[in-house]
């Protein structure tokens, strides 16, 4: 995402559109600069910009004390939603001060307003645009510029709480039924939650909503980590009750941070490591690995096994790395790690959360440490044709820094301390974010191209 840079110190009032008056005072307008976090300092008196025109949605919120995890819960508003303003529904955990205090919200937020922008300008942008509020007076013209679609009103957000004794570290809603959710407590102890009435009360004159890592195949099946790396599994009986397998799966030698299952195996299933390893699985051969291989050289801390094209899996680690595999490329036989088919080294902080994208096969989002939420695309080369042709069409003065990949399409900022995302299956492009300071929701407009648009 490109950011401008502005000093306040030095800045002046821009002219009113059409005034052409000239003023001594005026300051010269300087070419774009992409700017790098983690690279580049900000100089005394400067600030980041958030450029508005990079999203067709974005709006923020907070529940009270920060989450640490959350979950979007399907709802019966349709499977592909593309028209705004939408609504969303969310279980989130809380990490509070005191033990007693926590609690998991049940919330929806409705009225989500945005609008679908043009990738490419339809007319040049000049030094007397009307990105910076600040530097106009032409109220009425950004008021019919910035309008959204489905109005412009704040979200609407509604909250239920249920208590919970401890920190929530994490929480996942079931798949098939979402109203069904698992929570992970720092207390050390795994709950299962039935929040049918609260979402229902939410819900108001809606249907009833329909029906962790919970098998996105076997309905109620759940799979489920711990400190002492072992993983216990969790298989549903008559009745709200489960069993969980007495004897664990044991092959990490250190604390078990993150589970997948897979998208198209019923018993098969993915686990990463402290011990900077991933484990696969497979539940009808006994309780060791299928195969396990070094896949970081720091802690493992999260996974994403691809629904869409369920051969690759992605990884994050605590030294700021993720990495692509091709599952078919594991093997056996040998020791040496064949499966790495892309590594990236851009974060620079702990990676904490990775997720490939439910309506885009190559595409993935990334949260780090740094404070950034990346949006990537692997089926991108560098085209220098098609950049020249997109800067002859904008006009746009914008160096890019030449180690930027080719394959980072989006760069989120403003959040500190990011802890997780999660895309919205039911609306494409639609990401939610959670750090210490609140939730975000998103939706960048550069990655429409490859999505549903609106009729579809």
């Keep these: 995402m490109v950011r401008s840079i502005k000093n306040p110190k030095k800045a002046k009032r821009k002219n009113k559109k059409g005034d052409g008056s000239s003023s001594s005072s005026s300051v010269p307008s300087m070419p774009t600069k992409v700017w790098q976090p983690g690279v580049d300092n900000?100089?005394?008196?400067?600030?980041?910009?958030?450029?508005?025109t990079a999203y067709n949605c974005l709006h923020?919120?907070?529940i009270g004390w920060p989450c640490l995890s959350f979950d979007v819960v399907r709802d019966s508003l349709g499977l592909l939603r593309t028209d705004f303003p939408h609504t969303v529904y969310f279980v989130a955990g809380t990490q509070a001060e005191n033990p007693d205090?926590?609690?998991?919200?049940?919330?929806?937020?409705?009225?989500?307003?945005?609008?679908?922008?043009?990738l490419v300008p339809t007319k040049a942008t000049t030094s007397d645009s009307d990105m910076d509020a600040d530097n106009s007076n032409s109220d009425s013209d950004e008021d019919s510029e910035d309008e959204e679609e489905g109005g412009s009103a704040a979200p609407i957000l509604q909250l239920?709480?249920?208590?919970?004794?401890?920190?929530?570290?994490?929480?996942?809603?079931?798949?098939?039924?979402?109203?069904?959710?698992?929570?992970?407590?720092?207390?050390?102890?795994?709950q299962i939650?039935?929040?049918?009435?609260?979402?229902?009360?939410?819900?108001?004159?809606?249907?009833?909503?329909?029906?962790?890592?919970?098998?996105?195949?076997?309905?109620?099946?759940?799979?489920?980590?711990?400190?002492?790396?072992c993983i216990r599994l969790w298989e549903p009986t008559s009745g709200a009750t489960w069993n969980v397998d007495a004897t664990p799966f044991t092959g990490h030698t250190a604390s078990v941070e993150d589970l997948q299952w897979s998208p198209t195996e019923d018993h098969v299933f993915a686990s990463c490591s402290v011990d900077g390893h991933i484990a696969i699985w497979d539940a009808r051969l006994g309780k060791s690995p299928a195969i396990s291989f070094k896949a970081h050289n720091a802690d493992v801390n999260v996974l994403s096994w691809n629904r869409l094209a369920s051969v690759m899996l992605a990884s994050g680690s605590d030294d700021g790395t993720f990495s692509i595999r091709d599952l078919r490329l594991l093997s056996t036989k040998s020791e040496e790690d064949k499966s790495l088919?892309?590594?990236?080294?851009?974060?620079?902080?702990?990676?904490?959360?990775?997720?490939?994208?439910?309506?885009?096969?190559?595409?993935?989002?990334?949260?780090?440490?740094?404070?950034?939420?990346?949006?990537?695309?692997?089926?991108?080369?560098k085209d220098e044709e098609e950049e020249?042709?997109?800067?002859?069409?904008?006009?746009?003065?914008?160096?890019?820094?030449a180690d930027l990949p080719p394959q980072l399409l989006f760069v989120h900022q403003g959040q500190k301390d990011l802890k997780e995302l999660h895309w919205d299956a039911q609306i494409p492009g639609m990401i939610v974010?959670?750090?210490?300071?609140?939730?975000?929701?998103?939706?960048?407009?550069?990655?429409?191209?490859?999505?549903?648009?609106?009729?579809?």
Aim: hydrophobic share 35%.
């Design 42 to 52: 900000l100089e005394e008196g400067e600030e980041l910009e958030c450029d508005p």
């Design 60 to 62: 923020a919120f907070h």
């Design 101 to 118: 205090w926590n609690s998991i919200g049940i919330f929806k937020v409705s009225n989500v307003s945005g609008k679908r922008r043009e």
């Design 160 to 190: 239920r709480k249920v208590a919970h004794s401890g920190c929530v570290n994490r929480i996942r809603a079931m798949t098939q039924n979402p109203h069904i959710c698992a929570s992970w407590s720092d207390a050390g102890y795994v």
């Design 193 to 229: 939650w039935d929040f049918s009435t609260h979402l229902n009360a939410l819900a108001e004159s809606e249907t009833e909503v329909p029906r962790g890592d919970w098998s996105p195949r076997v309905t109620g099946r759940l799979v489920t980590g711990d400190c002492k790396s």
């Design 341 to 381: 088919v892309a590594h990236f080294e851009y974060h620079k902080h702990p990676i904490t959360s990775i997720e490939w994208s439910p309506h885009e096969a190559s595409t993935l989002a990334v949260s780090s440490s740094d404070n950034q939420l990346t949006i990537w695309d692997l089926s991108l080369e």
């Design 388 to 401: 020249a042709e997109f800067k002859a069409k904008t006009k746009e003065q914008v160096n890019a820094p």
């Design 433 to 456: 974010s959670t750090a210490s300071d609140g939730f975000n929701i998103l939706m960048p407009s550069n990655i429409q191209s490859t999505l549903p648009s609106e009729g579809a």
